[in-house]
């Protein structure tokens, strides 16, 4: 046994510490994006709702892009670093200071995101052989450096933002995507090989006059984001355009069904249903950082020894508790596993909604402990946060793993792209819903009291429990019919 493989490589902790980074400044922004619209920028909710969402959904969207660039042109390492020099400058063009830096630094870290959530997770992927059983250990640890970076943007980007202002805590995001940037271009020599370019000869050599294939592609990337802006400026596009881009992967993904036999059949069908599952659970989730982080600035005690928190600091509870259950439930799959009782895939779907809407209807517990300024007690969001997490860790680790045993191998892109579509469109959706809480403003554009503002989030977060426990329910109950349409993929 050579020293390699005696632990992990070398690459993989470079690789943690680059993706650490990047998820700082990923999501030490959104977590103050929402409430720099409406207290910088004073946007309404809904407006703000609708930018978010599509800002959100886009991000999601590019990465099936970046990837298919990276696998064809670029190679991993090129996508990956040109990602994160994009990535910072986004965030250093927010400091601006007003709707135009905003809208135009959010495009550029679209496009950069896309370059880089695809393709770094691809490089640790091929430090491991086909059959290695280091690699679920390694994509373990890589997940733990991908939550540790979302809990620190959550608390210090998140309280630097509320106590020196938003625009230091998008300096310090920026910050962070360049040490992420940095040590993965210092880390190259322990990658062994992999993330090249899949043709270095052809990526430079001239095509169009003096400019080689590369060029192009940076060129490319920079025609785009005036796309990105329009679309972020025109919001409601989005919706429109991630509509029409389903129905079209859903033409495709059951022509392709039909051409086959039963089994072929059986199996499109239950991913399709899955997806669509799949949006409701990340719809109501992906509130976190939206109408959540509002609820928490407006109606959330948030007074700990003493001391206010941020209200986008409330956000850390899901990235500390996927850090503290993320290795039980690990380790409980396997010995249920053992045991017999490991639940099938659909089982698991249900029980993840079921535990999504429960934490909502954890709102109405914390309604009976209202302070005299129509705030609920902090343990409402800490309670709501573990149950989201709780099914999210139910749900969200088989996803893609589930998708790459049911897809013909043919198609596995196709339908990867089509699962990345369906958590961008979760993502609009979730916009939406956001917008039901609606709670900033009255119908005659007035601020309404911290009385009706509570009112209007308990009865909209209520509701969504509800029905989000019935359609959980609902899959858990025909869990078994379902599960025969995967023909034994577990």
Not at 127 to 141: A, E, K, V
């Amino acid at each position: 046994m050579t020293e390699v493989q005696k632990g992990h490589p070398k690459g993989l902790y470079w690789l943690f510490f680059a993706e650490m980074w990047e998820r700082f400044c990923y999501y030490g922004m959104r977590a103050l994006l929402i409430l720099y619209l409406t207290k910088t920028l004073m946007k309404s909710d809904a407006d703000s709702y609708v930018l978010y969402g599509a800002y959100t959904s886009l991000v999601y969207a590019v990465t099936v892009l970046g990837g298919k660039i990276a696998d064809n042109i670029l190679g991993y390492r090129y996508a990956v670093i040109l990602g994160g020099i994009l990535m910072a400058i986004g965030e250093f063009m927010i400091l601006g200071g007003n709707e135009f830096w905003l809208l135009m630094g959010m495009a550029v870290i679209i496009s950069g995101n896309g370059y880089f959530k695809a393709n770094i997770s691809s490089i640790v992927g091929r430090l491991y052989p086909d059959g290695d059983p280091r690699r679920d250990s390694g994509f373990t640890i890589f997940y733990i450096g991908i939550n540790l970076g979302a809990f620190l943007a959550t608390t210090v980007v998140a309280e630097v933002g509320h106590r020196y202002g938003y625009d230091m805590g998008f300096l310090l995001a920026g910050i962070g995507m360049v040490l992420g940037a940095i040590i993965f271009m210092f880390g190259q020599k322990h990658y062994e090989g992999h993330g090249l370019p899949p043709d270095r000869e052809k990526l430079f050599k001239p095509v169009v006059g003096p400019l080689n294939r590369f060029h192009i592609t940076i060129l490319g990337t920079l025609a785009v984001i005036p796309v990105f802006y329009a679309l972020l400026r025109y919001s409601d596009v989005v919706g429109y355009l991630l509509l029409a881009t389903a129905v079209y992967v859903l033409y495709v993904l059951l022509s392709a069904s039909f051409k086959g036999d039963k089994i072929l059949r059986d199996r499109m069908l239950i991913l399709i249903l899955l997806m669509l599952f799949n949006i409701v659970f990340w719809a109501c989730f992906e509130q976190a950082g939206s109408s959540l982080t509002l609820f928490a600035d407006r109606n959330v005690n948030r007074e700990v020894f003493g001391t206010e928190i941020g209200a986008a600091t409330t956000q850390f509870f899901n990235p500390l508790y996927i850090l503290l259950f993320g290795s039980i439930f690990s380790v409980m799959w396997i010995k249920l596993s053992k045991m017999g009782k490991n639940p099938n895939i659909p089982m698991k779907f249900g029980l993840g909604i079921v535990q999504l809407g429960l934490g909502y209807l954890v709102i109405l517990l914390g309604n009976q402990f209202v302070d005299e300024a129509f705030r609920v007690p902090l343990f409402t969001l800490a309670l709501l946060y573990m149950l989201h997490t709780t099914g999210e860790l139910f749900l969200s680790p088989i996803g893609l793993s589930m998708v790459t045993k049911l897809a013909p191998k043919s198609m596995t892109g196709t339908v990867m792209g089509a699962w990345f579509l369906s958590i961008a469109g979760a993502n609009y959706v979730a916009a939406l819903l956001a917008q039901l809480t609606g709670a900033s403003h009255g119908d005659d554009g007035a601020m309404i009291s911290p009385a009706e503002s509570l009112a209007q989030y308990v009865d909209i977060y209520s509701k969504m429990g509800y029905i989000t426990v019935g359609i959980g329910l609902l899959l858990v109950i025909f869990s078994k019919p379902l599960n025969k349409l995967m023909h034994g993929v577990k």
